[in-house]
């Protein structure tokens, strides 16, 4: 299976595990589990740190990053052209942060499920998008 991680779930993967499902410590552990972090989830990251509205414990989005890419088994997925000019076709009534519907979109455009406690995105199920936590 290939799993998109949000990114409270990122954030939690290398800050709070202790908020981390055991469903999805299980699935995170699973040798069989491709596992996708979008370019979206980091630049949401940079520009939350940037305003103070994001602690991240004395490191940067880019020492996050780097401990990710040279620590967790994943492939990073870069935001397509594609993606963004076809990005309106997904509706924003569930969701007013752009960040999260893009990774919906993205998610959806590349067939991963998404890894996410959040419940506005559960309601982008009807559009075969598929949610776990």
């Not at 370019?39 to 520009?47: G, N, Q, T």
């Not at 305003?51 to 401990?67: A, N, Q, R, V």
């Not at 594609?82 to 979109?105: G, S």
Request: with cysteine; glycine share 2%; net charge negative.
């Amino acid at each position: 299976m290939k799993y998109l991680l949000d990114t409270h779930a990122l954030l939690w993967i290398a800050y709070e595990e202790h908020k981390i499902s055991s469903k999805i410590k299980k699935i995170l552990l699973s040798e069989s589990a491709a596992f996708y972090i979008s370019a979206v989830s980091f630049w949401e990251i940079s520009i939350k740190s940037s305003m103070g509205k994001l602690d991240l414990k004395s490191h940067s989005p880019e020492t996050l990053y780097k401990g990710f890419k040279a620590n967790f088994p994943c492939d990073f997925l870069p935001l397509s052209v594609e993606e963004a000019v076809t990005f309106f076709n997904l509706d924003k009534v569930h969701h007013k942060d752009p960040f999260d519907r893009m990774l919906v979109w993205q998610a959806i455009k590349n067939e991963l499920i998404i890894i996410s406690e959040d419940n506005s995105i559960k309601l982008y199920e009807d559009t075969g998008v598929k949610i776990l936590w």
